[in-house]
Each structure stands twice: as C-alpha cells, then as structure tokens.
C-alpha cells in the first residue's frame, strides 16, 4: 500500500465554457471527496471568447481548492504546459474539460493513489460516430508505427503521474500533439503505465474544435515530428 500523496494537481484547460464550467467543476468537487488525498484544480483559461474567465474567477473566490491561471493565446498543448509550469502537487494529471465526466477522474486519480509511481492513462472504448472512430484509428496506428508505441488511445485524458517523472514536467508541444508527446517520453524513459478503459461519449456543452482540418493537421504533425527527429531522446549535459 503506497502512502497517500501530499497534494494532487488536476490541471483542466478551460476554452470557450462559460454555459457549463461552474456546475462542471461544483460537480468535480463533489466527486473529488472520495479520493484520499487534497487536492487542487488549476483551471487554464485560454483565449476565451466568452465569459469563461469571469466564471472561473468567481469559482477561484468561492472555492478554496480553485486556482485560475489565463493565457492570452489558445492551445491545447500551450494550456497544459502552463499548468504544468505553476502546479504544486507530487501527483499531477491533466484532463480534457470538455468531455472528462467527473467519475472517469475520480477513477484515474485513485489508480494513482493505490499504485504510486505510475502513470494512468485514459483509455476510450467508444467514439460519438463512425468517423470519429476511424479518425482515432488511423491516428493511434501511425502513432504506433513512427514512435513504437504501445497505446491505443495516444490523445486519451485524463492522464496522471508523480512528480518523479520529471520527464513528463517538461514537455515542448504547444499544440495538440502534447499527448503523443507525452507518451513518447514514457516510451523512452520506460515509465510504466496503465491505461483505465473508459466509455462515457458525453459532452458537456459547447462545440467540438476537431475537424477535417485540425484532423490532417494532426496527422501531418506526427510525420513532421518524426522526420525532424524530436522523437529521440533528448541530450543531457
């Protein structure tokens, strides 16, 4: 039996929410008591068009365990990295705000608890429809093929890993290849890991920002990333 974690840090990067994010984070309040550790959520806001910072804001004042941080530029892989940099905790997991169902979470966070120094992976069963599906196939396959991995859900959230992974601290992308790059650093540095199979599909609120054209530009990114070699392992001095 591991000993419990000081404190957790659930990073959740926040775009374009406001109609959702208050009773989404009250709701993983709520399920975040049964899990035997303190922990805080650090809601990135990032380039929001709407009211979401007000929102988040308002939730940092009335909840003790919130802190907000806002960045003037959008991106995924910008927005993870940010809480990356400013989180306390010595178990950390980032999570899609979008779809993360506050169960699935929970579930991941007390994997982490129970086994220590691992990383927890989501792995998701089913997508919303058939071209979701095949898109998420072909992707997870060339991941596979050009960096040798293992994983069949590369983008899955929520992730989670000690603060002894310090590999996993310094992560490059800004954009939504992070998640592919996050698992070839544990590729590369033999973190173990398991993958926690999950099957929600839901939404909670507002408009999916992948289509054809972030699709190709994935793609296309993984190649890139390949043939400039930032795959390899990084040179230390």
Same mark, same amino acid.
């Given at each position: 039996?591991?000993?419990?974690?000081?404190?957790?840090?659930?990073?959740?990067?926040?775009?374009?929410?406001?109609?959702?994010?208050?009773?989404?984070?009250?709701?993983?309040?709520?399920?975040?008591?049964?899990?035997?550790?303190?922990?805080?959520?650090?809601?990135?806001?990032?380039?929001?068009?709407?009211?979401?910072?007000?929102?988040?804001?308002?939730?940092?004042?009335?909840?003790?365990?919130?802190?907000?941080?806002?960045?003037?530029?959008?991106?995924?892989?910008?927005?993870?990295?940010?809480?990356?940099?400013?989180?306390?905790?010595?178990?950390?997991?980032?999570?899609?705000?979008?779809?993360?169902?506050?169960?699935?979470?929970?579930?991941?966070?007390?994997? /982490? %608890?129970?086994?220590?120094?691992?990383? =927890?992976?989501?792995? +998701? $069963?089913?997508?919303?429809?058939? !071209?979701?599906?095949?898109?998420?196939?072909?992707?997870?396959?060339?991941?596979?093929?050009?960096?040798?991995?293992?994983?069949?859900?590369?983008?899955?959230?929520?992730?989670?890993?000690?603060?002894?992974?310090?590999?996993?601290?310094?992560?490059?992308?800004?954009?939504?290849?992070?998640?592919?790059?996050?698992?070839?650093?544990?590729?590369?540095?033999?973190?173990?890991?398991?993958?926690?199979?999950?099957?929600?599909?839901?939404?909670?609120?507002?408009?999916?920002?992948?289509?054809?054209?972030? /699709? %190709?530009?994935?793609?296309?990114?993984? =190649?890139?990333?390949? +043939? $400039?070699?930032?795959?390899?392992? !990084?040179?230390?001095?």
């Amino acid at each position: 039996m591991t000993a419990s974690p000081k404190l957790i840090s659930i990073i959740l990067p926040v775009h374009n929410q406001a109609d959702h994010i208050e009773s989404l984070v009250k709701d993983f309040v709520s399920e975040l008591g049964k899990v035997p550790a303190p922990y805080e959520l650090v809601l990135v806001e990032n380039a929001s068009r709407d009211t979401t910072l007000g929102v988040c804001r308002r939730l940092e004042s009335e909840l003790q365990c919130v802190r907000v941080i806002s960045s003037e530029k959008g991106g995924w892989g910008r927005a993870v990295r940010l809480g990356l940099d400013k989180v306390e905790g010595d178990v950390i997991c980032y999570a899609n705000s979008a779809r993360t169902t506050p169960q699935d979470l929970v579930i991941c966070l007390l994997y /982490a %608890v129970a086994y220590g120094d691992i990383v =927890v992976k989501a792995n +998701r $069963k089913i997508r919303e429809n058939w !071209r979701r599906r095949m898109g998420s196939l072909l992707f997870n396959i060339e991941c596979r093929s050009l960096f040798d991995l293992s994983n069949w859900d590369v983008n899955g959230t929520p992730k989670v890993f000690p603060r002894s992974f310090d590999g996993l601290l310094n992560l490059r992308r800004i954009d939504d290849l992070i998640d592919t790059e996050f698992c070839i650093v544990c590729r590369q540095r033999d973190y173990p890991m398991i993958e926690v199979p999950i099957f929600s599909t839901r939404r909670h609120g507002g408009k999916s920002t992948t289509g054809y054209a972030s /699709a %190709v530009r994935l793609y296309w990114g993984a =190649v890139a990333m390949w +043939r $400039k070699r930032e795959w390899l392992p !990084r040179q230390t001095s």
